[in-house]
Nanobody, 129 residues
Framework: QVQLVESGGGLVQAGGSLRLSCVAS????????MGWFRQAPGKERESVAV??????????YYANSVKGRFTISRDNAKNTVYLQMNSLKPEDTAVYSC????????????????????WGQGTQVTVSS
């Protein structure tokens, strides 16, 4: 059974950077999607970034709120997805959760969290002003 283990959260000042990691252990898929969602206190869960693959083709999606600041990448050999977060803002404060699904999303489905069947435990990211 595949499990997702996240790391890399923490406290950082506004303008700083953090890198989150999500390791998928167990069976992997030749096509699928992995990414990050976040949830701040009192707010709904929202999509952040997703990377999907089918054979040699890779697709990447970002929420508008993080475009130009966050970068998602995948290391196939390590079954790991990274989220490099730069120019962090206080409004980025949330619990970030890694998600994975054995489907290849498109522009309208990548952000639908119910389509992802595997979730990590979440890691706290706090950005101070």
């Amino acid at each position: 059974q595949v499990q997702l283990v996240e790391s890399g959260g923490g406290l950082v000042q506004a303008g700083g950077s953090l890198r989150l990691s999500c390791v998928a252990s167990g069976r992997t898929f030749s096509s699928g999607a992995m990414g990050w969602f976040r949830q701040a206190p009192g707010k709904e869960r929202e999509s952040v970034a997703v990377i999907s693959w089918s054979g040699r083709t890779t697709y990447i999606y970002y929420a508008n709120s993080v475009k130009g600041r966050f970068t998602i990448s995948r290391d196939n050999a390590k079954n790991t997805v990274y989220l490099q977060m730069n120019s962090l803002k206080p409004e980025d404060t949330a619990v970030y959760s890694c998600a994975a699904g054995n489907f290849v999303p498109d522009g309208s489905t990548w952000s639908v969290y119910s389509k992802y069947n595997l979730w990590g435990q979440g890691t706290q990211v706090t950005v101070s002003s």
